[in-house]
């Protein structure tokens, strides 16, 4: 009997670097110990109410397909959030996707070819890397620097690595796993660099309402002469805290993009009806509702700066959007330490769980010494966990020097 075998593309779409560590937290967890999950962004806000009362308004007999391109009420939603907004987008600009992640992968596959390239800054989001493999292209990065608040570096830094097969950037802004987010500045020198060179920019907005101190997360809708080059990833799974609904939408002025876009969504028949209809009623949410969430966010963030401060060695800068923390732990293997806290260490039968920075990374070697940190919980709980984590770390170098 002759076994069949998995592909060699099926083989190499890389496991999330985030969930690496799972098997040692469940196995710790089986022995009583409490662990703060800071690994992974998944928020412990409310969905809003006018999500629930969209789901409760919902009178069809059928749980039939929506239309590939989304349903007519969410498309009349998502334009008037965008015009609320002062951007001048219509319905013929945008279809309705299955959370950003699908729409990473359909900007993706809509300008580029097996073998092309796309230029992204790294660190990244490490789901990044699954599209890239799904869609059978390379991604070539450029570094930023947690000494930097992980702004972009000089144009040139960047013109460096375009190449005859370069077809597009892809960046995140506020970005997952750093927090920064980009002044109008650098989106104009991004779109500067794609008019130049033929390149599409692929924006990924997915954070746009996680903006503090002042800040605003510039889209690229914003920036002149960005028509046929400018693509939108959006989403609500943060927006509305509602992940599991699995919606966002591509908007392009583009419309060969958005045709081929539009294609692929024709193969997977329709995103949620239900789910749709219950976010076309979220247009109703209230401001207020969203200054609660960023005065919350902005207090976890500010414990967790604090609480990175007070260890030696440790740098971070206070990151001005989305809710993560990238922090460099100087002279500490991070895979090694992220292990140890969940096989090892414990105060008060309590520890954390932290996603190792390399995940983010390409290139080999990078972000070895830096962690990511998900400020996902209330203020108190986020408090305490940082503390064990603190407490961790000088643990870890403790034990490390006496080993040496
Ligand atoms: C930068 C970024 N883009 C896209 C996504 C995908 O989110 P979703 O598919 O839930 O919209 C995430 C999720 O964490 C993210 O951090």
């Known amino acids: 009997m002759k076994r069949p075998e998995v592909s060699v593309r099926g083989k190499n779409v890389p496991r999330s670097a985030i969930r690496k560590l799972v098997p040692f937290a469940k196995d710790r967890e089986k022995t009583g110990v409490k662990i703060y999950k800071l690994n992974i962004g998944q928020p412990d806000v409310e969905t809003p109410v006018e999500f629930w009362e969209g789901v409760r308004n919902f009178k069809e007999k059928v749980l039939a397909y929506a239309p590939s391109e989304g349903r007519p009420e969410l498309i009349k939603s998502f334009v008037q959030y965008y015009n609320n907004l002062g951007f001048d987008i219509t319905a013929e600009q945008l279809v309705v996707i299955m959370g950003g992640i699908e729409g990473i992968l359909f900007a993706v596959l809509a300008v580029t070819d097996p073998g092309d390239e796309i230029i992204v800054a790294e660190p990244y989001y490490s789901n990044y890397l699954g599209v890239a493999a799904m869609a059978q292209v390379k991604f070539v990065a450029f570094s930023t620097t947690v000494e930097c608040g992980y702004h972009l570096p000089d144009k040139a830094e960047i013109v460096k690595k375009i190449t005859p097969r370069t077809k597009a950037m892809l960046f995140a802004s ?111 949410v209230p401001d207020s509702y969203f200054k609660a969430v960023r005065q919350d966010y902005v207090e976890r963030r500010d414990i967790v700066v604090k609480a990175l401060n007070s260890v030696d060695d440790v740098v971070c800068r206070t990151p001005k959007g989305a809710f993560y923390i990238m922090a460099k732990l100087k002279g500490i293997d991070t895979e090694v330490f992220a292990k140890w806290l969940l096989t ?61």
Do not use: W
């Open 174 to 284: 506020p970005g997952n796993p750093t927090g920064c987010v980009y002044t109008r500045q650098e989106m104009e020198m991004l779109a500067e660099i794609a008019k130049e060179h033929g390149l599409f920019l692929l924006s990924d907005e997915v954070y746009r309402e996680f903006t503090y101190d002042g800040e605003f997360a510039t889209s690229i809708l914003q920036i002149p002469g960005t028509e046929d080059c400018g693509i939108v990833i959006d989403s609500v799974s943060k927006r509305y805290s509602a992940c599991g609904a699995r919606l966002g939408c591509i908007v392009s002025k583009n419309k060969e993009v958005i045709s081929s876009v539009l294609a692929n969504a024709t193969v997977r028949l329709s995103a949620g009806t239900l789910d749709q209809v219950a976010i076309a009623n979220c247009i109703n």
């Open 344 to 404: 090892d260490f414990a105060i008060d039968n309590e520890t954390v769980m932290i996603a190792p920075g390399a995940g983010f990374y390409a290139t080999e070697g990078c972000g070895r010494d830096e962690i990511r940190i998900a400020y996902v919980y209330k203020a108190p709980i986020m408090k305490r966990a940082m503390e064990v984590l603190c407490a961790g770390i000088r643990a870890f170098r403790q034990k490390n020097q006496s080993a040496s």
